[in-house]
Each structure stands twice: as C-alpha cells, then as structure tokens.
Nanobody, 131 residues
Framework: QVQLVESGGGLVQPGGSLRLSCAAS????????MSWFRQAPGKEREFVAA???????????HYKDSVKGRFTLSRDSAKNTVFLQMNSLRPEDTAVYYC?????????????????????WGQGTQVTVSS
C-alpha cells in the first residue's frame, strides 16, 4: 500500500519559516515527479512546487510565481522523501499543504501543475501564518 505522509505544518508569524516533509512508503518514487499543492478555505487546490526527473540523476524544480525566492523544494531519493522549505511566510500562504506523487515519469512542464496527473496524495498538513 502506497502512502504519503506529510509533517511539519503549524502556526507561524508573518516572516517566519517552516519546513514541510513528505515521506513516501510502499513504492519508490525515484525518477518520478513529486510535488506540493495547497488548498485554502473556499478555494481550489493549487500548485506550489514540483520536482521532475529530467534524466540520469538530474531533477528540475518548478515553483508557483508567488513563492519563487521564498520556497525551496528538495528531495532525498534514498529516503523517498521530499521537503518544502518555506521562508518569509505571508498570511496568504495559509492553507492545507498536500504532497503528491505521479506514476508518469515523463510529465512535462505543462502537466506538473495539474492535480489530475497525480495518483497519490498525502493527508495534508495545516500551515497558518498569522500574528
């Protein structure tokens, strides 16, 4: 049984930092896309960041425009885990953050932000940015 388990959410003041983790079990996602999405109350789930295999041991990283320069995605293939370091957090970053994994190795850039291209999802972790 494949599981994605997120951790690291919480309450933080504006300008603060959090580090989210997503640990996968049940199969390896090495060389497959793994991403972060978020969903705020009353809004649709939206893309935040993705890591996509581009060959060999190389991965590309992609970010939502509003988080570029503030969020950094990384992955530890040996541990089947991805991380999202979030700095300079803003109140508008408040949402439930979800980890997602795809079984389509060759997702192109135009596909990685589409929730329909991910088969596995974590349960979500709440991030609240408030003073």
């Amino acid at each position: 049984q494949v599981q994605l388990v997120e951790s690291g959410g919480g309450l933080v003041q504006p300008g603060g930092s959090l580090r989210l983790s997503c640990a996968a079990s049940g199969r390896s996602f090495d060389n497959y896309p793994m991403s972060w999405f978020r969903q705020a109350p009353g809004k649709e789930r939206e893309f935040v960041a993705a890591t996509r295999w581009i060959g060999g041991t190389a991965y590309s990283k992609h970010y939502k425009d509003s988080v570029k320069g503030r969020f950094t995605l990384s992955r530890d293939s040996a541990k089947n885990t991805v991380f999202l370091q979030m700095n300079s957090l803003r109140p508008e970053d408040t949402a439930v953050y979800y980890c997602a994994a795809s079984t389509t190795r060759g997702l192109i850039v135009g596909q990685i932000a589409n929730t329909e291209n991910y088969e596995y999802w974590g349960q979500g972790t709440q991030v609240t940015v408030s003073s």
